[in-house]
């Protein structure tokens, strides 16, 4: 636990708001998995799993009720939450509560965090290429909207590490599902930029270009602070991005 150092972005205040992106680093778990791996469904012994959400939870002084996390489907659902608990076939959550922490596992996809601050309302949203084709952040913000009466242009959205350019390679299937502006051709081999495309649909959804954070880290790249799917496959553990709203902040 001495090396646990999560990503912490700037643009969302932390007088409101808990939020970060995990690292690999901080936690108990062995090879391939060393260490920090939240994977619920990784190989990886169980007990690790569980040690290595305990560390993090200690790390939020929280306890594991108050807790939410997804069964990820890289679809486009969005649910509303009110209490801890894990939620089937879900890829987006979204909470008006107070020290209710929403949680993303990523392993290459973008961790996307999202706070209204006029409002008061905050969302973690899983987004692979499937989910940010299929329009899922202007899914999220939609219910920010409609049940909030949240203004896109308020929202503040950060971007957590996740595969780069340099290194996510797709097919034509899915460069045809992108912008043009977001695939990049290199010697014959197509890859996505889906931080740009991710960006644009937040742009087209109405925030503004100075509320968006974004993390360069390419967790492909970068070994020995993140896992890679991509890179690793089956023996890749699982970050999380996190967010909670602070019980003591008054609007």
């Known amino acids: 636990m001495n090396n646990f150092n999560p990503v912490i972005p700037h643009i969302i205040p932390q007088q409101q708001v808990i939020c970060g992106f995990t690292t690999r680093n901080g936690g108990v ?11 619920l469904e990784t190989t990886d012994d169980p007990r690790n799993i569980q040690e290595n959400h305990r ?38 959550l979204i909470t ?10 990523v392993a290459d996809c973008i ?23 299929d329009c899922i952040a202007e899914k999220a913000l939609g219910v920010f909207t409609e049940e909030f009466g949240t203004h896109p242009e308020d929202v503040v959205a950060a971007m957590g590490p996740s595969a780069g350019p340099c290194c996510y390679e797709v097919g034509e299937d899915v ?58 496959n089956s023996n890749a553990g699982r970050m999380m991005g996190y967010i909670m709203k602070k019980d003591n902040y008054k609007l």
């Open 175 to 232: 460069a045809g599902l992108l912008q043009v502006s977001s695939v990049i051709k290199r010697d014959g081999i197509l890859y996505a930029d889906l931080r740009a495309e991710l960006s644009d649909h937040l742009l087209k959804a109405g925030l503004s270009v100075r509320n968006i954070e974004i993390f360069s880290d390419c967790t492909v790249c970068n070994e020995k602070l993140y896992f890679s799917h991509r890179r690793d």
């Open 55 to 92: 560390i993090v939870y200690r790390y939020l002084s929280i306890d594991e009720n108050q807790v939410a996390l997804m069964k990820q489907v890289h679809g486009k659902k969005i649910s509303m939450v009110k209490s801890g608990k894990k939620f089937p076939s879900t890829d987006g």
């Open 96 to 105: 008006s509560k107070s020290n209710l922490m929403l949680g993303v596992l």
């Open 111 to 133: 961790p996307l965090l999202l706070f209204d601050p006029s409002h008061n309302i905050i969302g973690a949203v899983h987004c692979g290429w499937r989910s940010v084709s």
């Open 29 to 39: 778990s062995p090879p391939p998995f060393n260490s920090l791996n939240l994977g």
